[in-house]
């Protein structure tokens, strides 16, 4: 059994955006899933990518995806990486392809000398929380996280200064 992790190359964008809607299918979230190869493409590979995805191989076939971006604590004065989503197919889960994946990315962020790697987890996906878990990840458990999106990021967006 081998396990390569190499960066996304534009031929990639359909199988990542295969990837994605697996990954929404077990999140139970298929109905969000909005990303078109187009979008991928540009926010990957165009004029100016913001976001950066790692294929994983197992025998030389596709069998995962990590994506992952840039962000920056105040507090330590120093970049991290937000792993976005981290997906594994199935028939591969379990044959250490996730560990691989974020091996390859906590390498990175200590070669970007980020302070920190962290990404959420929904709260019913236990089989990851025993995971993460395993790794010396720590659940952020006084932190709860916001979205605004749709209509009421329009709305904010367009208010007038009072």
Known sequence: MSILIRGATEEDVPLIR???????????????????ES??????????????AMIAE???????FAL??????TFLGRP??????????????????????LREIAKLALRRK????????LDWNEPAIGFYKSLGAV???QWTIFRVTGDALDRLAREEQG
């Not at 295969?18 to 990303?35: C, F, G, N, R």
């Not at 979008?39 to 950066?52: A, D, N, S, T």
């Not at 197992?58 to 995962?64: R, S, T, Y």
């Not at 990486?81 to 994946?101: N, S």
């Open 18 to 36: 295969q990837l994605i809607t697996e990954l929404a299918k077990y999140e139970k979230l298929s109905d969000q899933v909005e990303a078109t």
């Open 39 to 52: 979008l991928l493409h540009e926010h990957l590979f165009g004029p100016r990518p913001i976001v950066e």
């Open 58 to 64: 197992l025998d030389g076939d596709a069998v995962g």
């Open 68 to 73: 992952f971006f840039h962000n920056f604590s």
């Open 80 to 101: 991290g990486i937000y792993l976005e989503d981290l997906f594994v197919r199935p028939h591969a889960r379990g044959k250490g392809v996730g560990r691989a994946l």
């Open 114 to 121: 980020c302070g920190r790697l962290e990404w959420a987890v």
């Open 139 to 141: 659940p952020m458990d």
